[in-house]
């Protein structure tokens, strides 16, 4: 490895890696996952002069972008801030299509960044990691794939927050003769749905998106809807080039602005400072129709400071969606179904184009199961309120078991055997969503009690990344090699989630944000609100000398 540098922002520079994953079996870090996390923490890394292995269970880079590829599959994040930010060239040099770029895009730009940085080499795809095992008397972790074990001092878990597929085990489900599909493990060459009866079950982020698509390819489109979901239309177009311009003239300060923002984008949004009920009904309607017509997507709730405080401000803004409802679709027994009756914003806002248009098409039928659930499938129906409806295939638009999922289906145990099921059996608990007590030198990128899934994902990935760098070059620089969250500071974080929590409508529906959309999941708020504040509390914790955490040698 070549002698390490300082870069302007004082990172550790190797110029590049230098070893052979397949030379050894002792690594100083091991990563799980090549999505957006696992690759910038490998950037990272090999800055420090760490030997690295990144496992990674899909067939190449991408995480997220890599499974899901169902049709309409899109960011709901504009382009020009979903991105990296750590490499002025790259975010200089890429350029965007769309305001809302489609996940190919995306994923060619995932690649673009593993070649650019010279990532692939390190990582060995393909392989699912089953087991995680501390063993305390080196420090080292033992890290265990269906056909080998590696050790590494250091294991960082890039797992995402949203990679576990739910799929609700409805009876009868092996007899379903025709394929089945779930938005999050598409398959890579498509699916064409001509000529054929389709059934989609789930109406959240990813059915709305593929509801439009699919409906205007196949023959017939049944919706089997438990949840009404509001969504916002996203007003996607071609990238403003001006408006670009203007973005990569002041990079730096457009970044800055929006980690400022309680989800770390949209500084450029419209925003209001006052509650909803201070300003008159037609102040408040217009402020509404300029945000639904004009602007688009997450700035609809960007009007007022309360509406996810306050149940009656929240409700102005959450009939007002309702009644756009009912001018969009034609038939009002379907526009009264369509129109969610939950707080809105406390199941993450949807965006669309054309999705509430797409229920006035001869061949879409809307099912409602909210009271009536699936009862089971048979070999070509699904059959719910005692009638079967005939499908050739279903889509399982189901989501996923969010945050805990794909971290629990890893036999991870840390101090004493301990395993992570065990220790998070009722519901997650880090310090900071970076460590979890008894596990120690292993770090979670975005885990639950992190601003993570309420945020623009990179910029939470970023910053997390950067924290696991610098806390384990101060650990090699002071001569640490151990570092483990204290459940002292742990139980006080996890109360800070929840109380941050308690002051918002947020845990007043059923959302994946607290486990409702898994049976038997402990209902429990899992990501922390406001990335400002809990960037400013890592800060604090490293200039305290890693307070929280037990440095060890
Ligand atoms: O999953 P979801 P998703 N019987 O959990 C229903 C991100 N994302 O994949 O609401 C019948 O939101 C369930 O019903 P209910 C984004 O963060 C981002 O759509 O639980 N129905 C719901 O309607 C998003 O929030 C982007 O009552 C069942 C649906 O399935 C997250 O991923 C795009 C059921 C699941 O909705 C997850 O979104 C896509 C059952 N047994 C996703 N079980 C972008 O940025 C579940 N459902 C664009």
């Keep these: 490895m070549a002698e390490a540098e300082h870069d302007t922002a004082g990172h550790d520079i190797a110029d590049t890696a230098e070893y052979d994953i397949a030379d050894t079996s002792e690594y100083d870090m091991v990563i799980v996952g090549a999505g957006f996390a696992g690759l910038y923490m490998l950037h990272r890394a090999h800055k420090l002069g760490l030997r690295v292995l990144v496992f990674e269970a899909g067939g190449d880079v991408g995480g997220t972008w890599y499974w899901n590829r169902y049709p309409g599959a899109r960011c709901d994040v504009e382009s ?37 940085f010279g990532l692939r080499g390190y990582i060995q795809f393909d392989t699912r990691v089953s087991a995680a095992t501390f063993d305390e008397a080196t420090n080292r972790w033992v890290i265990s794939t269906d056909h080998q074990s590696v050790r590494a001092q250091w294991m960082v878990m890039a797992t995402g927050c949203l990679s576990s597929a739910n799929t609700p085990a409805f009876p009868g489900i092996e007899s379903f003769a025709g394929p089945m599909y779930h938005t999050g493990k598409w398959p890579h060459e498509g699916v064409d749905f001509t000529g054929k009866r389709v059934g989609v ?42 408006y670009e311009q203007q973005v990569k003239a002041s990079y730096t300060e457009f970044r800055a602005a929006n980690s400022l923002m309680p989800g770390a984008f949209g500084s450029k949004m419209p925003r209001g400072d006052k509650p909803a009920l201070a300003v008159d009904d037609e102040t408040r309607k217009h402020d509404f129709e300029y945000r639904w017509n004009e602007v688009g997507g997450f700035a609809f709730l960007g009007g007022f400071v309360d509406l996810l405080i306050d149940p009656n401000a929240n409700e102005t803004a959450a009939q007002f969606a309702r009644d756009r409802i009912h001018d969009l679709v034609h038939d009002q027994a379907v526009a009264d179904l369509l129109s969610p009756k939950q707080v809105i914003g406390c199941k993450r806002l949807c965006l669309d184009t054309g999705y509430f248009e797409t229920f006035n098409r001869d061949n879409v039928h809307l099912v409602d199961i909210s009271s009536a659930p699936i009862e089971r499938l048979t070999t070509r129906a699904v059959v719910t309120g005692g009638t079967e ?25 840390g ?4 395993g992570i099921s065990d220790a998070w059996s009722a519901g997650p608990r880090t310090y900071l969503g970076l ?32 924290f696991i760098a610098d806390c384990i070059a101060h650990l090699r620089e002071h001569g640490h090699a151990r570092i483990e969250a204290t459940e002292q500071a742990q139980d006080a974080w996890v109360e800070h989630v929840n ?50 955490f037990a440095l060890s040698a």
């Design 389 to 413: 409806y005939e499908v050739d295939c279903l889509v399982f638009a189901t989501g996923f078991d969010a945050m805990t999922g794909t971290l629990m289906s890893i036999d991870i145990r």
């Design 435 to 466: 460590q979890v007590a008894g596990f120690p030198n292993m770090f979670t990128i975005s885990g639950p009690g992190s601003p993570s899934v309420l945020t623009n994902m990179i910029v939470s990935i970023e910053q997390h990344v950067n």
């Design 80 to 116: 020009m801030e979903y991105s990296y930010q750590f490499d002025d060239d790259l975010q200089q040099e890429w350029q965007w299509s769309e305001r809302y770029s489609a996940q190919p895009e995306i994923l060619r730009y995932v690649n673009h960044v593993a070649d650019r």
């Design 415 to 418: 101090r004493d055997g301990l």
């Design 201 to 242: 079950i789930g109406t959240g982020s990813s059915g709305i998106q593929a509801i439009p698509i699919i409906a205007a390819q196949c023959t017939d489109l049944i919706v089997f809807q438990r949840t009404a979901n509001y969504s916002i239309p996203a007003h996607n177009g071609q990238l403003d080039r001006d």
């Design 499 to 548: 109380m941050i929590a308690d002051l918002t409508l947020y845990p007043t529906c059923n959302s994946w944000y607290l486990g409702a959309n898994v049976p038997g999941k402990t209902r429990v708020f899992m990501p922390l609100l406001g990335f400002p504040p809990y960037v400013d509390k890592c800060n604090e914790v490293v200039a305290n000398g890693y307070e929280g």
